[in-house]
C-alpha cells in the first residue's frame, strides 16, 4: 500500500483508528485495532468529535454519521469512497445487516440510511460544507433493497452551506429506553417545536392527550406483546443480542445486553441467548422491564407520509433524526417504537388499527415514538467508521 492510499486518521484521541483502502476485491476495510476485543464499543463516539482533524471532509462527517439512529442498531451502511471522486460518497446498504422477518421490505432499515445521511449533511454543514443528496441514483429497489446505491452525497466547497443549530444535539442524542416521568406532562407547545423541524414530504403528528396517549399505547403495548410472542420475529431480536462487554466488543451492534450487574450474570451462564426464549428468565426481565416503561409514556410523536417507496422512507429517516435532535435540545427523550407499524403478518391487527389512529387519511406511518422526560442514557455502542467504508 502506498502512503497516497493510506487515509490515517490522526486525531488526537483516535488512537490507531485508520481507514485504509481496499484490496481489489472491495472488501470492508478491516478495524485498525488487531484486537476486538480491546475494542471500546463506545470509542465511535469519542472520534467523531476527534475526526475533525482528518484531511478528508468525507470521513470527518461519515465518523459523525454512523452515530444515526437505527433499527436495532444493525448499522445498516457501507460508504464508498471513490477515487476517482473526491467529492463523492458512494452510499450502499450493507444487505446483510438487514431485518427481513420484523422489516420484510427493508423499510426501516431505510430509515435508518436516511438518518444516516442527514447526520453526514449535518456534519458537513457544520464546517461549511453543503452535500447535495441523489436518493437511489439507479432506481427504487422494490419490494426490498438491493446492491444499487441508496444515495449519492456530494460534498460541496467551503463556505457551500451554514450550520444547523440542530447539529449541536449530535453528541447528547439518545433513543432513551426508560421509563419517562409522569410527574412531569410535555407541553403542546413542546410538540409544536418538534413539528417545526419536519419538512415535506413527511407530515409531523404528536399527542399529549390523555385519551389519546392511552388509546396509543394499548396498540403499541399489545404489538410488542405479539413481536414477543411470534416465535420468528422474536428470534430475531434474540439472535443479535450481544452479552456483556466482550460479546459487544466483538459486535457493537445489535441489543447490547451489558453493563453493572449484568456482566456478573453473562460471566456465571446465567444470562444467555436461551435464557431470552420464552418460558425463560431473561425473557421474564425483559417483559417485565417493557411493561411499566411501555406504561410510563406521557406523550407520543409520529412521522407520515402521503405514500410509500423508498424516496418517502429516506425523507422519514432524515427528519426523525431532526425529531430526536430537536428532542435532545429541549431536554427530552424520545424511543422509538415499531411493533405496530412492522409488515409482518401477525401485526397486521394492530398494524390497521395503529394507521387508523393516526392516519385516517390513509397515509403512511412511518415512525412512532414514546416521549418524555427521563435522566440521561449512556450512548449505543457502534463498529468504528473504518469497518463502514471501503475505498472504490
Ligand atoms: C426505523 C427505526 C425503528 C426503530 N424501532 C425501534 C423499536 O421498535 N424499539 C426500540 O426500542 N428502538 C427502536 N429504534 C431505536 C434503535 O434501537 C436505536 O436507534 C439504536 O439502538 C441505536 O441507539 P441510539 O439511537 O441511542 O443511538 C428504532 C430506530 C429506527 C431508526
Redesign the pocket.
Known sequence: MTPSRRLLLRAAGAGALSVLPLGRGGQVVRAATPDPLARDPLAPWANAPAAAAHPDPRIRALSWAV?A?????RQPWLAELPAAAPDTVVLRCDLDRRLPVTDPFDR?IT??LG?FVELCRHAAAEEGRAVTVTPFPEGEPQPRLDGRPVALLRFGPPGSATSDPLFRAAPA???A?RPYDMARPVAPEALAALGAVVGDPVRFGGTVAPDRVARIRDIAWRSWQIEAATEAAHLESVNRMRFGRAGVAASPDGISVWGPGIEEGVAAGQITRETMLPGGPGYRVMVERYTPMLAATPAYVWLLTAGGGRGAELAA?RD?LRVNLAATAAGLSV?????ALQEFPEVAGPYAEMHAALAPDGAKVQ?LARLGYAPAVP??PRWPVDTRIRAV
Not at 439512529?69 to 442498531?73: A, E, I
Not at 424511543?335 to 411493533?339: D, E, G
Open positions: 452515530l439512529p437505527n433499527p436495532h442498531n426501516q430509515i435508518g438518518a442524542r439518545r433513543s429506553k429517516g426523525w424511543h422509538p417504537l415499531s411493533q415512525m450512548p449505543t
